[in-house]
């Protein structure tokens, strides 16, 4: 999704700078998606972020979600405009909390502008624009990669992310109030277009965000369900990061997870 903002902006004239820490890997996207109006800034921690986003009008944040208070933080103090791609319930929880920050700032913050959160959350207002009560939002999150010659086990988002979703606790919003469930708890056949998956309970900020928003229309039930890999439900968190661990290694690159 990263490389697709570089291309949506460049395409429409808009110069823009890739913040990373793996630069070889930035160029190759400058090159092949900037158009000629992308160029590369390595960036290391906190204090380098905040010095690399320096008049810039605004951050948008494509990174894993764990770095989204940190981007949040030099945003304010380069006092730019900010978006990211979402984050887990809790850090979403956390982030929220800045708004007074970005108000007194004159500064617009929006959280969760992703796929999934993003479209999901658009999709869920669009749905209720017309109604007087909203008692229940359910959000079902299907795919599948047709992508040819994929490997045996590939990652579609940061793989930290993915092993937090699939280890952590989900959060759901039931009776009017937020409670924990078991991990992958819940599963349910769903019938999507590309055809039935299996759904389970998964940590994500919608559940953090849409009972906020729709609380003045009475909303007392609100849960996310995502239908993962197979092959994913098969091994437990601690062997999927061994095996990004040991690609990551055959790749000559380091784990961001170690």
């Known amino acids: 999704m990263g490389r697709a903002v570089v291309f949506d902006l460049t395409r429409q004239g808009v110069p823009v700078r890739l913040l990373e820490t793996d630069v070889a890997r930035a160029r190759l996207v400058a090159r092949r998606y900037g158009q000629g109006r992308a160029t590369v800034v390595d960036v290391a921690g906190g204090a380098g972020l905040a010095a690399a986003v320096h008049a810039a009008a605004v951050l948008v944040n494509c990174g894993p979600y764990g770095l989204n208070l940190a981007a949040m933080d030099a945003a304010l103090s380069a006092r730019c405009h900010y978006v990211d791609l979402g984050g887990l319930f809790h850090t979403t929880r956390r982030q929220l909390a800045r708004d007074g920050e970005f108000r007194r700032r004159g500064l617009l913050a929006v959280l969760g502008m992703g796929s999934a959160p993003g479209t999901t959350n658009v999709l869920a207002r669009l749905g209720a624009g017309g109604l007087t009560r909203v008692e229940a939002i359910r959000v079902y999150n299907g795919g599948a990669d047709f992508t040819p010659g994929r490997g045996a086990l590939s990652f579609g988002f940061s793989p930290a992310t993915l092993l937090d979703e699939l280890s952590q606790r989900p959060m759901v919003f039931t009776k009017g109030r937020f409670r924990s469930a078991a991990p992958l708890s819940g599963g349910e056949d769903f019938r999507f277009d590309l055809g039935t998956q299996r759904v389970h309970l998964s940590l994500h900020s919608e559940v953090a ?17 995502i239908a993962y890999d197979e092959r994913f439900s098969q091994y437990s968190p601690g062997v999927l990061l061994e095996f990004f661990n040991m690609r990551s290694l055959a790749a000559g690159r380091r784990s961001s997870l170690t």
Do not use: Q, V
């Open 209 to 225: 965000t849409l009972p906020l928003s729709f609380a003045d229309k009475g909303l007392r039930e609100c849960s996310f369900k």
